[in-house]
């Protein structure tokens, strides 16, 4: 076998010609240098348009297959978002934040699928998490209103069950107005107001569990907005529908109404006892 040096040596005695062919035909014999290569190439080009659908095909191929790992065997397979988290990083700096942000969408969606199939220790949701931070940096100096931001973040919060969006916190980081707070507010109690009554028993706990997390953030909205007269009639209208006695008992002690705290601690021992 040639040493690396006389390889490099033999390399630079050859032509532009040369080289192109050679690496063409390694290329055809290996699958994945000529993927590599092809993104490469593609990723060169200084068009938008290109770039977009080049990451938009790598968010797919990403995404295609779950991840999995055998400790018994020693096997397993972790999808590869390096590719994905490069192409949007390079959109990013080129100054198309909007199309790193409706990519993110895509990513998310199809990537969250994903994690739900994988049977690993977490390398899928990783490697997910890691290229998505990109999408949160885009969200920072994107073209969207801030209330629009705002939404846009609080939606993926709600969605994630594998933890994905704790690069987020930059952006909660960020001062946001009051009256921004507050149109947020009002769109998730439309949202809110728009969900169909909770089944019972066996799908009942996860019904529960999504109103209640969108629940707790409009609490969180309201309280940023200085609405904070709003929050208690909302803990009251939800407890008896979620059980979520809890959060309103908590809500009455901090605001010092101890005698009505008590009442809701009884009755809230009430209706769930028996379960």
Not at 184 to 206: P, Q
Not at 235 to 263: K, P
Request: glycine content about 6%; overall charge negative; aromatic content about 8%.
């Amino acid at each position: 076998a040639r040493k690396p040096d006389d390889l490099r040596k033999w390399l630079k005695g050859k032509s532009v010609d040369e080289l192109a062919a050679l690496i063409s035909e390694i290329a055809g014999r290996q699958p994945e240098i000529r993927e590599e290569l092809t993104y490469k190439a593609r990723m060169a080009t200084g068009s938008a348009s290109a770039l977009v659908k080049t990451v938009s095909k790598e968010i797919d191929r990403a995404t295609s297959k779950p991840g999995w790992q055998d400790h018994w065997s020693d096997e397993g397979f972790t999808p590869d978002y390096s590719r994905v988290r490069s192409g949007l990083s390079k959109l990013l700096d080129a100054g198309h934040s909007d199309e790193v942000i409706r990519l993110g969408e895509k990513l998310f969606r199809q990537g969250m699928e994903q994690v739900r199939q994988s049977e690993d220790e977490g390398e899928t949701a990783c490697g997910l998490a890691n290229a998505l931070e990109v999408v949160f940096k885009a969200l920072e100096v994107c073209s969207l209103p801030d209330v629009d931001k705002l939404e846009y973040a609080v939606n993926l919060q709600l969605e994630d069950d594998y933890d994905l969006t704790s690069g987020l916190q930059d952006f909660w980081d960020k001062e946001f107005s009051k009256a921004d707070w507050s149109v947020l507010a009002d769109r998730l109690l439309d949202r809110l107001d728009k969900i169909k009554e909770l089944g019972t028993d066996a799908d009942s706990f996860h019904s529960n569990y999504r109103r209640n997390a969108l629940t707790n953030t409009i609490i969180h909205a309201l309280s940023m907005a200085g609405r904070d007269d709003e929050i208690i009639p909302l803990c009251i209208r939800e407890a008896d529908r979620t059980f979520s006695y809890e959060r309103l008992v908590n809500q009455l002690y901090r605001a010092g109404r101890i005698g009505e705290a008590e009442e809701w601690i009884r009755k809230g021992i009430s209706a769930t006892e028996k379960k």
